[in-house]
């Protein structure tokens, strides 16, 4: 299993980003889909998750700035980041959740997201 994430960089307070995470080696469609972000010496937290029937839920701290997708045809699960702030400074994680399965079963590598103010 494979999880591949990119999209992440440098970006000023108010700007956008989109994250990308391809996955390879699992059955895409029936997994539900996280980001997840980690600041060193916090605990990692969830930002955003996708259903495998596309329903979505957000940290408070990011409803209404990002917006997880999902492309079922490219086992691809999109994060739109948009007016960032320097909070939202952080490496970024993929995580697939098999069916019925509690919390996430697969990582990415992740990819760092730093917002300068």
């Known amino acids: 299993v494979q999880l591949q994430a990119s999209g992440g960089g440098f970006v000023q307070a108010g700007g956008s980003l989109r994250l990308s995470c391809a996955a390879s080696?699992?059955?895409?469609?029936?997994?539900?889909m996280t980001w997840h972000r980690q600041v060193a010496g916090k605990q990692r937290e969830l930002v955003a998750r996708?259903?495998?029937?596309?329903?979505?839920n957000y940290a408070d701290s990011v409803k209404g700035r990002f917006a997880i997708s999902r492309d079922n045809a490219k086992n691809t699960v999109y994060l739109q980041m948009n007016s960032l702030k320097p909070d939202d400074t952080a490496v970024y994680y993929c995580?697939?959740?098999?069916?019925?399965?509690?919390?996430?079963?697969?990582w990415g590598q992740g990819t760092l997201v730093t917002v300068s103010s």
């Open positions: 996708i259903s495998s029937g596309g329903s979505t």
């Open positions: 080696g699992i059955i895409f469609s029936l997994n539900h």
């Open positions: 995580g697939a959740a098999a069916p019925r399965a509690i919390g996430v079963t697969y």
